[in-house]
């Protein structure tokens, strides 16, 4: 029996309107700490949810259930529960039939069988760790970091005659490289019985780079442990800043975090109902409004080259609370949400278009942005008389919807730079600040390429940043971590 | 807010019949004797099954009704000194087998980046045991429309107060089965259940738009956490609006250094950032280094670290009753236990697994090992770690009459801490002015910031065991695949002295 028969069955058994998705998961990993492997792993997963629609007093309702799933006998009962789990739910708000059928050629065969992934897939990224962790420990150095190869191949099928099938690899190589003084405490230290807890090691350093790779063919470990080593070279000298407001150079990286964060408190819904930073007021939201003064895109695109995802909805809600349990098999278009500098659209599922006369526009997995930029981050560096260069955001966290404000730290290599070169390594700070509100200020954006950023890349590996500079970023108070 | 003093000790309940009913054995031993039979030092099986229920509503409405079922098993073996681990579909003894073989592969293929070999702690052999947590009624045998009936009709209640524009709830519900079982014997079936309801009320106006959730923690009950055992949600609902009407017209905060008396629904989150994570000896010994981060508190600070003040005594434990992190046995077959880690303001103890406390030469394991799902490897995660209550100590309201001006924290929201776990930055649900020892309404646009020591050890008094309260939280992250571990933390109301507080308002832009 083939993966695509499991969805046949549900269909075959479904007493009303039905969308079956199952998502076939193939995964393997390799964890390193201080030059040696610590963990690794070989998983398979496979998934099958059921949403089902019923009339009930008062409205439609839709209810999902799940469930990992070996055999086709175990199909049935799991239909029976999601049609029994809508007839039991209370009336959905803005219900919609159904997606109807399409078809998608592009999808290629819907019953071909899932694509996978094995442990052997990460056989040439282990042998160049080993090298890496040989010449790290020759250079002083230790390396830490994780690879991650999955595959999913997720089919679709509803009663409406909808089939899809899409398959979506996502690999990503972390790599850490810290001088090898990691560990206890110097006795030239502070006392840690007084002052504020003791600082850490003098002359510690860290620095962190990521690649995103559908692959692994793509990974060249050998080129990203050089790039470490240059970057714990400018951290040779080391200078310590007061928190404050400084001029910054964020990388690709850093910007794709606060861009991220942004697209997912962009619910249209929300934003009517006055409760998140697009709002206006009174029922409206800020589309149309120019958020900055540069010609600035923000757009998702399934099939934006590098960077494909999924092309068609296969889960009930997206990251910014929009639910789209109706709306799965609904394709992904490309949606430019900042379009020139100005909010031209937000997230809204099909029964919320519907009852406001505007279009769906459901997310897709990845995330772009453009200003038309053509300076390289180096040569961004080369221009800057004086700032910071931040090479990576961690724990950001929001502080206060109504403007977006977000705190979060610097991590793994703050350096300044001085008449258009890296000169030193800074101490990291937290930082309280707002995407929305950077967009506004940022007075140079460089050309956009793709990256994977630091604190969202469980998530989103696929993005496409600029370097942004800012010219007053916000630094709160001074982080003792290295 | 009244909360409801526990009822009658829970019932205990069987295992789910159609977890026993799996072939828990048969697949134990085909993939034990495999590993046996490929010369793995150690194995051990896993089998999961895990039932997650997942409800939102927006206003009165349903916006999301999602149920998943996890089923599931994992082989973890150590061979030639390095670990291995496969986990798969399909409850046979073949395909049992061949995660032993695929787990031998892994290992194999780290082998050459493993100079170091596996060591594990001892640990006694504990043969068929069983553990229920205590709750009286499995939320997955409440009828549908009763369960969201309840939410809707809370959400209903919050929505007519005065000046409350919507309103949005939640409903998360878990059972999780777990069958362990190793090389050396031990085989535990064991069974828990926890559910977390909230509910938050909007305010849009004038003056922007205000938020205020409930105070309730997630717990590890059942429904009866929704019917008035553990928390009184109908009297917390009905004090929101006229809460968060005074919050939306509050002034804004002066920033600069202000003492602080927390209640436990903030203070929960706190001891989760900074000492919880801090303490566990993985992160101190760097495996977490390049994502969850280190910890200041070294290693060879163990027993001489000056954490916090003389008042402060923190224990790691995963035996409380409604515990979050709380278990019969862990996922590496350790019993569980309570352990100390800071007694009078010293770090005295680390959370460990069977591999930390081998490294280290603790003695045994302390029983932290947990993986989230039979998808994931164990790992070492937090246990239910708890600031204890003074006997006889102060109450709230005597904590507040110490300060003549200072800020008075109730509830969590906003949380974020440094990879060192040194710099913290935490907001709340509500903040009211203590001036001359008395409270003087609600301020908006704060933040408090501080770094970790400084902050224990400003902490002048805890409160007595009538400002105790066991919060928590389901999603606490850590480990590369990302992995989700619930986990809980008593407090009660504390007052520290001279904490840095932000003006959110004027950060950013402003």
Redesign the interface.
């Known amino acids: 029996m083939s993966v695509a028969d499991l969805l046949d069955e549900a269909l075959r058994v479904a007493t009303g309107p039905v969308v079956a998705v199952l998502t076939e998961r193939h995964e393997v990993n390799l964890r390193w700490a201080a030059n040696a492997l610590t963990t690794n792993g070989e998983m398979h997963g496979r998934s099958l949810a059921v949403t089902a629609t019923a009339e009930v007093e008062g409205g439609t309702a839709v209810a999902t259930v799940a469930a990992d799933l070996t055999d086709v006998g175990e199909v049935a009962a799991l239909v029976a529960a999601a049609e029994a789990a809508a007839r039991a739910a209370s009336p959905a708000d803005e219900p919609v039939p159904l997606v109807a059928d399409e078809a998608h050629p592009e999808d290629g065969d819907v019953r071909a069988e899932p694509a996978v992934t094995t442990v052997e897939t990460l056989a040439d990224v282990a042998a160049g760790l080993g090298r890496a962790f040989e010449r790290a420990a020759a250079d002083g150095h230790l390396l830490y970091g994780f690879a991650e190869h999955v595959v999913s191949t997720v089919y679709l099928a509803s009663s409406t005659g909808l089939r899809r099938r899409g398959v979506e690899p996502q690999g990503r190589l972390e790599l850490n490289g810290k001088s090898d003084d990691l560990g206890p405490r110097s006795a030239s230290d502070d006392d840690p019985a007084e002052g504020s807890g003791g600082r850490p090691p003098v002359g510690q350093r860290s620095a962190w780079v990521g690649q995103a790779t559908r692959t692994f063919d793509d990974v060249d470990v050998d080129a990203l442990y050089a790039e470490v080593s240059r970057r714990l070279g400018w951290a040779r000298r080391t200078v310590e800043l007061p928190p404050g407001r400084y001029e910054t150079l964020l990388p690709p990286g850093p910007v794709a975090d606060l861009v991220i964060y942004a697209a997912w408190t962009a619910s249209a819904r929300d934003a009517e109902d006055g409760s998140n930073v697009f709002a206006a007021g009174e029922g409206r939201t800020r589309i149309g409004e120019r958020l900055t003064p540069l010609p600035v895109d923000l757009l998702w695109d399934p099939a934006w080259p590098g960077q494909e995802t999924l092309p068609f909805v296969a889960s009930t809600m997206s990251p910014d609370g929009t639910s789209f349990a109706f709306d799965q098999g609904l394709a992904v278009e490309p949606v430019r949400w900042v379009e020139g500098g100005v909010l031209t659209e937000l997230v809204r599922n099909r029964g919320h278009a519907a009852a406001t006369g505007l279009r769906a526009t459901p997310p897709a997995d990845n995330f772009v942005m453009d200003a038309g930029g053509t300076a390289t981050l180096e040569e961004m560096i080369a221009s800057t008389q004086r700032g910071l260069l931040v090479t990576c955001f961690w724990y950001i966290r929001e502080v206060d919807p109504e403007r977006l404000l977000l705190t979060g730290l610097t991590r793994d290599g703050v350096y300044l730079v001085e008449d258009g070169e890296v000169v030193a390594a800074v101490n990291n700070f937290r930082w309280n600040e707002s995407p929305v509100e950077l967009l506004g200020r940022a007075t140079e954006i460089g050309a956009s390429v793709p990256v994977l950023c630091r604190e969202w890349n469980d998530y989103v590996s696929k993005t496409v940043m600029p370097p942004l500079r800012i010219p007053d970023f916000n630094y709160s108070t001074v982080s003792q971590a290295s | 807010m009244a909360i409801v003093p526990p009822g009658p000790p829970s019932a205990r309940h069987g295992i789910d019949p159609s977890f026993t009913a799996l072939p828990l054995h048969a697949l134990a031993d085909a993939a034990l004797s495999r590993a046996r039979d490929l010369g793995c030092s150690y194995a051990d099986l896993r089998v999961e099954q895990l039932r997650e229920g997942l409800r939102?509503f927006?206003?009165t409405?349903?916006?999301?009704?999602?149920?998943?079922?996890?089923?599931?098993l994992a082989v973890r073996v150590v061979h030639d000194g390095?670990?291995?681990?496969?986990?798969?579909?399909?409850?046979t003894a073949d395909v049992a087998a061949r995660l032993a073989e695929?787990?031998v592969?892994?290992?194999r293929?780290?082998k050459?980046?493993?100079?170091?070999r596996v060591e594990l702690a001892d640990e006694p052999v504990h043969a068929d045991r069983t553990w229920v947590s205590a709750y009286d009624v499995d939320p997955f045998d409440v009828?549908?429309?009763e369960r969201?009936?309840r939410m809707?009709e809370l959400s209903a209640a919050l929505l007519a107060g005065e000046g409350v524009?919507?309103t949005s709830a939640s409903l998360h519900l878990v059972r999780e089965d777990k069958f362990f079982a190793n090389l050396a014997g031990t085989t535990t079936t064991q069974q828990r259940v926890r559910v977390q309801p909230a509910l938050t009320a909007?305010s849009?106006g004038a003056h922007?738009?205000a938020?205020m959730r409930t105070l309730a923690p997630p717990a590890g009950r059942g429904w009866e956490y929704l019917t008035g055992t553990g928390w009184d949600f109908d009297a917390e609902v009905a004090e929101i609006p006229s809460l968060l009407a005074e919050h939306a017209a509050a002034p804004s905060v002066e920033a600069g250094r202000y003492d602080l008396v927390i209640e436990p629904s903030n203070l929960f989150l706190t001891i989760h950032e900074s000492i919880g994570h801090a303490t566990e000896l993985d992160r101190a010994l760097?495996?977490?280094?390049?994502?969850a981060?280190?910890s200041?508190a070294?290693?060879?600070?163990l027993g001489?670290?000056?954490y916090g003040s003389p008042v402060m005594h923190v224990t790691g434990d995963r035996v409380v009753d409604h515990g979050l992190a709380s278990i019969g046995y862990d996922d590496e077959g350790v019993a569980a236990t309570t352990f100390d880690i800071v007694s009078g303001g010293t770090l005295v103890g680390y959370q460990l697994n069977r591999q930390m406390a081998a490294e280290k030469g603790l003695g045994p394991s302390n029983g932290c090992a947990y993986a989230d799902s039979p998808?994931?490897?164990p790992?070492q995660r937090m246990p239910n770690v708890s600031l204890a209550a003074e006997p006889g100590g102060p109450s709230s309201e005597e904590l507040i009459g110490r300060v003549e001006r200072g800020l008075y924290v109730v509830g969590d929201k906003?949380?974020?801490?440094?990879?060192?776990?040194?710099?913290f930055?935490f907001?709340g649900q509500r903040f009211y002015r203590i001036e001359d020892g008395r409270l003087a309404g609600q301020v908006k646009?704060v933040?408090y910031?501080a770094?970790?020591?400084?902050f224990w050890r400003s902490m002048e008094a805890v409160g007595g065991e009538q400002t105790y309260l066991l919060g928590g939280a389901f999603n606490c992250g850590k480990g590369?695949?990302?992995q989700s571990a619930p986990v809980s933390h008593g407090s009660p109301s504390a007052l520290f002295r001279g904490v840095?507080v932000?003006n959110?308002?004027s950060?950013?832009?402003a």
């Open positions: 939102s927006r206003d409405a349903l916006e999301s009704s999602t149920d998943h079922a996890t089923l599931g390095v670990w291995g681990f496969a986990s798969g579909i399909g409850l695929r787990a592969v892994t290992a293929i780290s050459p980046l493993t100079p170091h009828d549908e429309a969201q009936g809707l524009s919507h909007v849009v922007g738009f938020t760097g495996y977490e280094a390049a994502y981060g280190t200041f070294t290693f060879d600070q001489s670290l000056h998808g994931h490897i790992m906003s949380w974020s801490i440094d990879m060192q776990r040194y710099n930055q907001t646009d933040a910031q770094t970790t020591t400084d590369q695949p990302g840095n932000l959110t308002a950060e950013g832009a």
